[in-house]
């Protein structure tokens, strides 16, 4: 049996998960290659499969009926999505998009409720994953009620958690991640983003070269977001 490779675990399952379970997934699903930009599911869908990315990145996208689209996730290798309909059996909620050449586990959801009843131990990971999603998405709750320059602040600090990766420069975010889609994220306009970043590109605090955002001194930006009042959001 191929064994999925470990960049399908990510936080809070990755050391954590049981083998048998990592095996079961591999053994359960098929890949499935997409191009760049390429719809995997559409809101509303009735899919219900649990998804894993192997390669490339997945843009998860919201829209409300007057066509405001907002970036809802990024989900690159490593991470999982698609548990909330695979639990409550209901359409999607979003549309997801692949991001450049993009490889997808995918497994079906008969299958894995199959596997799941023979071994119920494993609804203890999924209930972890849930619960640490839930957790995610107050905190952004949140912040939404924090001044712009904070709420920036926050997300990159987040991201770069997510995605750091330590260079000669600070913590680069391995992510291409263009102002639009960091101010969809974030419910604020292009413009309103860009400012905050060269207001911190000014301080010193991050560079921003071709996309990418690197944080050159993270550790002052967590000492703004604490004396802003969004400490307890860290």
């Known amino acids: 049996m191929n064994q999925p490779p470990k960049a399908l675990w990510s936080e809070p399952w990755r050391d954590v998960a049981p ?67 695979f639990f409550d059996a209901l359409p999607r909620p979003a549309d997801a998009y692949a991001v450049g050449a993009t490889e997808v586990l995918i497994v079906p959801a008969e299958r894995l409720r199959e596997a799941l009843d023979r071994n119920p131990v494993w609804y203890r990971e999924f209930a972890r994953v849930l619960c640490h999603k839930l957790r995610v998405a107050l905190v952004h709750i949140e912040s939404s009620f924090l001044p712009p320059p904070v709420r920036v602040a926050l997300r990159l600090l987040d991201l770069v958690e997510a995605y750091g990766r330590t260079g000669a420069d600070g913590v680069e975010l391995d992510l291409v991640l263009p102002q639009e889609d960091l101010a969809r994220m974030l419910g604020l306009t292009r413009q309103s983003v860009n400012k905050e970043l060269r207001v911190f590109q000014a301080q010193g605090w991050l560079q921003v070269r071709r996309g990418r955002i690197t944080l050159s001194a993270p550790d002052a930006l967590r000492r703004f977001v604490h004396e802003a009042g969004g400490g307890a959001l860290l």
Request: hydrophobic fraction near 40%; include cysteine.
């Open 19 to 85: 083998p048998e379970l990592v095996a079961a997934l591999s053994a359960l699903g098929h890949s499935r290659q997409l191009v760049d930009g390429e719809l995997l599911y559409a809101r509303g869908d009735c899919s219900q499969d649990l998804i894993g990315v192997r390669s490339g990145l997945i843009r998860m996208i919201g829209s409300t009926a007057d066509g405001y689209e907002g970036l809802l996730g990024l989900y690159r290798a490593g991470t999982w999505f698609g548990e909330v309909s």
